[in-house]
């Protein structure tokens, strides 16, 4: 049997096409990759109620929270606003408008947890879940969550775990064209260090790591074989710090 191939019939393609397309593929890559508060915009309009992160951050809050009273509580970067739907004369605070719109809750206000805008010592209790590590430098976010907490009151962080980043998860979201985008993440293993020089002092701090708590999340997206090798490792460091002095008379 034989094959005649006619010329022109097979193209190849040239260095030029090839280099081509690596650079529009990076730029894809690079694309992907995005602050937080365009992530947030484009995350919003399918943003899950609940994530594998997420159930351990609030699986680490109830069990270091419970004792510690709330009377005025802020939560600073409180996206969609569904950990205080329920909690009378509680605010949010987002930098996100489209994620508070999604949200609907109305006890809830945009801004920046690095300026906020409430009076100092307005917060008994002050939470931070999930939000420093999209900043560069949480400094400045420190010091607003002490100043908005009054003396004698409580600020709870909660943060992705830095095993979590070295083990090569990612804080991503898939949009409704299929598209995956990773929001940027920045490592910070000084979050005590960082909240004394803001004037805080801590009190306690956890871990939370992958269990079956969370196995349902990884059945419907990467696949039990992903939680078999994920099995204990730490996705959520939680820190509950404390501003000294004495509450004032009410």
Same mark, same amino acid.
């Given at each position: 049997?034989?094959?005649?191939?006619?010329?022109?019939?097979?193209?190849?393609?040239?260095?030029?096409?090839?280099?081509?397309?690596?650079?529009?593929?990076?730029?894809?890559?690079?694309?992907?990759?995005?602050?937080?508060?365009?992530?947030?915009?484009?995350?919003?309009?399918?943003?899950?109620?609940?994530?594998?992160?997420?159930?351990?951050?609030?699986?680490?809050?109830?069990?270091?929270?419970?004792?510690?009273?709330?009377?005025?509580?802020?939560?600073?970067?409180?996206? $969609?606003? @569904?950990?205080?739907?329920?909690?009378? !004369?509680?605010? +949010? =605070?987002?930098?996100?408008?489209?994620?508070? /719109? *999604?949200?609907?809750?109305?006890?809830?206000?945009?801004?920046?947890?690095?300026?906020?805008?409430?009076?100092?010592?307005?917060?008994?209790?002050?939470?931070?879940?999930?939000?420093?590590?999209?900043?560069?430098?949480?400094?400045?976010?420190?010091?607003?969550?002490?100043?908005?907490?009054?003396?004698?009151?409580?600020?709870?962080?909660?943060?992705?775990?830095?095993?979590?980043?070295?083990?090569?998860?990612?804080?991503?979201?898939?949009?409704?064209?299929?598209?995956?985008?990773?929001?940027?993440?920045? $490592?910070? @293993?000084?979050?005590?260090?960082?909240? !004394?020089?803001? +004037? =805080?002092?801590?009190?306690?701090?956890?871990? /939370? *790591?992958?269990?079956?708590?969370?196995?349902?999340?990884?059945?419907?997206?990467?696949?039990?074989?992903?939680?078999?090798?994920?099995?204990?490792?730490?996705?959520?460091?939680?820190?509950?710090?404390?501003?000294?002095?004495?509450?004032?008379?009410?």
């Amino acid at each position: 049997m034989r094959v005649h191939l006619k010329s022109g019939h097979l193209r190849f393609p040239t260095l030029h096409s090839l280099l081509e397309r690596i650079r529009r593929h990076s730029r894809r890559a690079a694309a992907s990759l995005l602050n937080a508060r365009e992530g947030y915009r484009l995350w919003a309009p399918s943003y899950a109620a609940e994530t594998a992160t997420s159930v351990l951050d609030d699986e680490l809050a109830s069990k270091m929270l419970h004792a510690v009273p709330r009377q005025r509580l802020l939560d600073a970067g409180c996206g $969609v606003g @569904r950990r205080i739907r329920d909690i009378p !004369e509680a605010i +949010g =605070l987002d930098l996100s408008v489209e994620m508070l /719109a *999604a949200g609907g809750a109305h006890n809830v206000v945009a801004g920046d947890v690095r300026a906020m805008p409430f009076n100092s010592g307005q917060f008994d209790m002050v939470w931070c879940r999930l939000v420093l590590g999209h900043l560069a430098d949480p400094m400045p976010a420190y010091k607003e969550l002490a100043r908005v907490c009054r003396p004698g009151g409580y600020v709870f962080v909660t943060d992705f775990h830095p095993d979590a980043v070295t083990a090569g998860h990612r804080r991503t979201f898939t949009a409704p064209d299929g598209t995956v985008y990773e929001i940027e993440h920045h $490592v910070h @293993r000084n979050h005590v260090q960082l909240a !004394e020089e803001a +004037g =805080l002092v801590q009190i306690a701090s956890c871990e /939370a *790591a992958v269990g079956p708590r969370v196995q349902q999340f990884y059945t419907r997206g990467i696949g039990l074989k992903a939680y078999k090798r994920d099995l204990g490792l730490k996705l959520v460091c939680a820190f509950l710090f404390h501003r000294p002095g004495n509450a004032p008379d009410r």
